[in-house]
């Protein structure tokens, strides 16, 4: 599987972007979708995930202004991420589990300037 992530930029405050990550390759029984970022001298850390059932998590920081979606017929996935605050700006990353195996994407930048 491989997954190629883009959509990152330098947004101001209050402004939005909208990630996508392709997936190609061997994407059958893919059963986890997930968004992570990882800020400068931060831990990676969950923004959001949705499971093969649909049922889709967010991290508090981000409820209500992120939204996660995924259009099958492209083998994408999407964060649409709205209101963004300064504390949003790191690197973030697409992730998805197949089987028992993760594979991630390459990050993309997300700067959000005061």
């Known amino acids: 599987?491989?997954?190629?992530?883009s959509g990152g930029?330098?947004?101001q405050a209050g402004g939005s972007l909208r990630l996508s990550c392709a997936a190609s390759g061997s994407?059958?029984?893919?059963?986890?979708?997930?968004?992570y970022r990882q800020a400068p001298g931060k831990q990676r850390e969950l923004v959001a995930a949705?499971?093969?059932?649909g049922h889709i998590n967010y991290a508090d920081s981000v409820k209500g202004r992120f939204t996660l979606s995924t259009e099958n017929a492209k083998n994408t996935g999407y964060l649409e991420m709205n209101n963004l605050k300064p504390e949003d700006t790191?690197?973030?990353?697409?992730?998805?589990?197949?089987g028992l195996t993760v594979y991630w994407g390459q990050g993309t930048q997300v700067?959000?300037?005061s």
Do not use: E
């Not at 059958?28 to 979708?33: D, G, H, K, L, V």
């Not at 949705?50 to 059932?53: K, L, M």
């Open 27 to 35: 994407i059958f029984s893919i059963n986890y979708i997930a968004w």
């Open 1 to 5: 599987v491989q997954l190629q992530a």
């Open 90 to 98: 790191a690197v973030y990353y697409c992730s998805v589990l197949k």
């Open 50 to 53: 949705v499971n093969s059932g």
């Open 111 to 113: 700067t959000v300037s």
């Open 9 to 11: 930029g330098l947004v």
